[in-house]
T-cell receptor, first 112, second 111 residues
Framework: DGGITQSPKYLFRKEGQNVTLSCEQN?????MYWYRQDPGQGLRLIYY???????QKGDIAEGYSVSREKKESFPLTVTSAQKNPTAFYLC???????????FGSGTRLTVV | GQQLNQSPQSMFIQEGEDVSMNCTSS?????WLWYKQDPGEGPVLLIA?????ELTSNGRLTAQFGITRKDSFLNISASIPSDVGIYFC???????????FGEGTQLTVNP
């Protein structure tokens, strides 16, 4: 079955360490997105990529970095520069001729 | 970035009650989407609306695309405990363009 996979589901890191969240899709979707969700809050866009080897900053890109070397993969690195990294991170993908996004099941990052 | 105005922010209801939530925007959209997010999971698409005035049902869920193209509502009839979660509206101007999300409505259903 096609889908979008985020791993791991739960991630713990010490303050000051960089951490990379994985997002892989086998839907042949062109575009991929990273969102951050804090408790009781909506979805805030971190980065998005509409094509391989190209990506754009979203609304809250500071302290994050991404790469898009393959169509299927869009990893997100949470760097030590991100002041408040503990959150629920969601990856999504979309294809131009179909409306809406398909979301992964999320990664909950806790920094202690 | 632009956000949709989604209300109410939260709802606490008894099992069996009907629920209504809505989204409004200052911009027009050509597609309205409604997602549900179960606790600890990613949002899942419930209903997609493509035409102004369109009314679409999916089981106990009914959603409408406002005539002005600037609003949409979602109704849930005869709520059950598994309806608990966060409901998001989203607007899309064209296929392939970025979605604009509402802030979400947190629904709690008491058995």
């Amino acid at each position: 079955d096609g889908g979008i996979t985020q791993s791991p589901k739960y991630l713990f890191r010490k303050e000051g360490q960089n951490v990379t969240l994985s997002c892989e899709q086998n839907l042949n979707h062109d575009a991929m997105y990273w969102y951050r969700q804090d408790p009781g809050q909506g979805l805030r866009l971190i980065y998005y990529s509409q094509i391989v080897n190209d990506f754009q900053k979203g609304d809250i890109a500071e302290g994050y970095s991404v790469s898009r070397e393959k169509k299927e993969s869009f990893p997100l690195t949470v760097t030590s520069a991100q002041k408040n990294p503990t959150a629920f991170y969601l990856c999504a993908s979309s294809i131009n001729r179909i409306n809406g996004y398909t979301f992964g099941s999320g990664t909950r990052l806790t920094v202690v | 970035g632009q956000q949709l105005n989604q209300s109410p922010q939260s709802m606490f209801i008894q099992e069996g009650e009907d629920v209504s939530m809505n989204c409004t925007s200052s911009s027009i959209f050509n597609t309205w989407l409604w997602y549900k997010q179960d606790p600890g999971e990613g949002p899942v698409l419930l209903i997609a609306l493509y035409k102004a005035g369109e009314l679409t049902s999916n089981g106990r869920l009914t959603a409408q695309f406002g005539i002005t193209r600037k609003d949409s509502f979602l109704n849930i009839s005869a709520s059950i405990p598994s309806d608990v979660g966060i409901y998001f509206c989203a607007g899309q101007y064209t296929s392939g363009s970025r979605l604009t999300f509402g802030e979400g409505t947190q629904l709690t259903v008491n058995p």
